[in-house]
């Protein structure tokens, strides 16, 4: 059955929209790593951390790695290896903001603003935790690590966040040990200023639970269904006032789906009733089949 109208126009929105956030998150991250990061001798978090330590340890080597090709040659592989467990969408538009980051680092040249190391670490900390910000708030990411969390997170629900920042400590260590203990130090700072940020301005990757109420259950099934891959259960019920039959429909999913999925219910049914709350846990599949 193909796709009403209304629906794919509003898909085509949403597409542009985070089209959009994904490339003024990918300039914002290249702004602030030319200039604020390399002067001040810093490196972030992740897989852009990895790539910019690459960078540094091969700089005098016959085979030097810039920081560009190495946020590539990491980011692809990942993404392809947990692009089944996480939504493919999410998946595609995390792989542009990574792409455009490593296009943008060596189309363009921005000069630094100050010599000042605790402006550059405090600027840097909060563009750079702003950068994630925007492309989180159009369903997407900056890649790495967020790749791998998040596929664990959905596949055998268990968070890997603790593992994320031993991984990014270790980084940390490798760095100081080769840049000295002083820029490791800044370093810290400024990747602990960039997730306070982003902690401030998003909630990253939590489960929650909608629970729906329509009385246009099967328009609101066929939509869900052909674009989701959450299950849903469905609860017949009727209005203590109106006593008119209704369906009560609960499903769990993403944060970063939630807007996209409300979008999609309020369209179909103007008069449905949406509660959000926070899922403190989940146990069984998360994903069910692939659609089609």
Same mark, same amino acid.
């Given at each position: 059955?193909?796709?009403?109208?209304?629906?794919?126009?509003?898909?085509?929105?949403?597409?542009?929209?985070?089209?959009?956030?994904?490339?003024?998150?990918?300039?914002?991250?290249?702004?602030?790593?030319?200039?604020?990061?390399?002067?001040?001798?810093?490196?972030?978090?992740?897989?852009?951390?990895?790539?910019?330590?690459?960078?540094?340890?091969? =700089?005098?080597?016959?085979?030097?790695?810039?920081?560009?090709?190495?946020?590539?040659?990491?980011?692809?592989?990942? =993404?392809?290896?947990? =692009?089944?467990?996480?939504?493919?969408?999410?998946?595609?538009?995390?792989?542009?903001?990574?792409?455009?980051?490593?296009?943008?680092?060596?189309?363009?040249?921005?000069?630094?603003?100050?010599?000042?190391?605790?402006?550059?670490?405090?600027?840097?900390?909060?563009?750079?935790?702003?950068?994630?910000?925007?492309?989180?708030?159009?369903?997407?990411?900056?890649?790495?690590?967020?790749?791998?969390?998040?596929?664990?997170?959905?596949?055998?629900?268990?968070?890997?966040?603790?593992?994320?920042?031993?991984?990014?400590?270790?980084?940390?260590?490798?760095?100081?040990?080769?840049?000295?203990?002083?820029?490791?130090?800044?370093?810290?700072?400024?990747?602990?200023?960039?997730?306070?940020?982003?902690?401030?301005?998003?909630?990253?990757?939590?489960?929650?639970?909608?629970?729906?109420?329509?009385?246009?259950?099967?328009?609101?099934?066929?939509?869900?269904?052909?674009?989701?891959?959450?299950?849903?259960?469905?609860?017949?019920?009727?209005?203590?006032?109106?006593?008119?039959?209704?369906?009560?429909?609960?499903?769990?999913?993403?944060?970063?789906?939630?807007?996209?999925?409300? =979008?999609?219910?309020?369209?179909?049914?103007?008069?449905?009733?949406?509660?959000?709350?926070?899922?403190?846990?989940?146990?069984?599949?998360?994903?069910?089949?692939?659609?089609?």
């Amino acid at each position: 059955m193909s796709k009403p109208n209304w629906l794919t126009r509003k898909r085509l929105r949403q597409d542009a929209f985070t089209l959009g956030t994904v490339l003024a998150s990918a300039l914002l991250q290249t702004y602030t790593i030319q200039t604020f990061m390399h002067p001040a001798n810093l490196i972030s978090g992740g897989f852009t951390g990895v790539a910019m330590l690459l960078d540094l340890l091969t =700089a005098q080597a016959p085979l030097h790695i810039d920081t560009s090709l190495a946020i590539l040659a990491l980011n692809i592989p990942v =993404a392809l290896l947990c =692009a089944r467990g996480i939504s493919p969408r999410f998946t595609m538009f995390s792989c542009i903001q990574v792409g455009c980051t490593s296009l943008f680092l060596k189309v363009f040249q921005f000069a630094p603003l100050t010599g000042d190391v605790v402006l550059n670490v405090a600027f840097g900390g909060f563009l750079g935790g702003l950068a994630s910000v925007i492309a989180l708030k159009g369903s997407a990411s900056t890649g790495g690590t967020d790749f791998v969390a998040l596929y664990f997170s959905n596949r055998f629900g268990k968070s890997l966040w603790q593992y994320v920042f031993l991984f990014n400590v270790v980084v940390v260590l490798i760095f100081g040990a080769f840049r000295g203990w002083t820029y490791a130090g800044y370093t810290i700072v400024f990747q602990f200023i960039a997730t306070k940020t982003i902690s401030t301005f998003h909630t990253r990757y939590e489960r929650l639970t909608l629970q729906i109420t329509t009385e246009h259950a099967e328009a609101l099934l066929a939509a869900y269904t052909a674009h989701c891959r959450h299950g849903i259960s469905c609860v017949e019920g009727y209005g203590g006032y109106s006593h008119r039959p209704f369906t009560v429909m609960t499903t769990v999913i993403s944060s970063y789906e939630v807007k996209e999925i409300v =979008a999609l219910l309020k369209e179909v049914d103007p008069h449905v009733i949406i509660n959000i709350y926070r899922s403190e846990d989940f146990v069984g599949g998360f994903y069910r089949d692939p659609i089609g």
